[in-house]
């Protein structure tokens, strides 16, 4: 199987920047996407950015021009750069990694990491 550990998270005061990581480990394993959720309290988890091994990303509205996600393939580590953060980016922040992993066969995983808390206030 594989899993995840995330890190980065913490306090920072309206208009910082934090960065996000994100590592897979496991036996033999191979990588599609990777992406970032959030979860507010009291709200639905929602993507915040994905990335593809084609290098095609893709943001949500809300942190467009704000957060760049980025993919070290080799390290197998997924990052999210947040800048320009404001109040209302205050959530739990989960990666997400799917792909396929080897035991007697390929078979599809798809994994989270355990949440980063980010808190925005001053």
């Known amino acids: 199987q594989v899993t995840l550990v995330e890190s980065g998270g913490g306090l920072v005061q309206p208009g910082g920047s934090l960065r996000l990581s994100c590592a897979a480990s496991?036996?033999?394993?191979?990588?599609?996407?990777m992406g970032w959720y959030r979860q507010a309290p009291g709200k639905e988890r929602e993507l915040v950015a994905y990335?593809?091994?084609?290098?095609?990303?893709n943001y949500a509205d809300s942190v467009k021009g704000r957060f760049t996600i980025s993919r070290d393939n080799a390290e197998n580590t997924v990052y999210l750069q947040m800048t320009s953060l404001k109040t209302e980016d205050t959530a739990v922040y989960y990666c997400?990694?799917?792909?396929?992993?080897?035991?007697?066969?390929?078979?599809?995983?798809?994994?989270w990491g355990q949440g980063t808390l980010v808190t925005v206030s001053s």
């Open positions: 997400n990694v799917a792909g396929t992993y080897y035991t007697t066969t390929w078979r599809a995983f798809n994994a």
């Open positions: 496991g036996r033999e394993f191979s990588i599609t996407h």
């Open positions: 990335a593809n091994r084609a290098g095609v990303v």
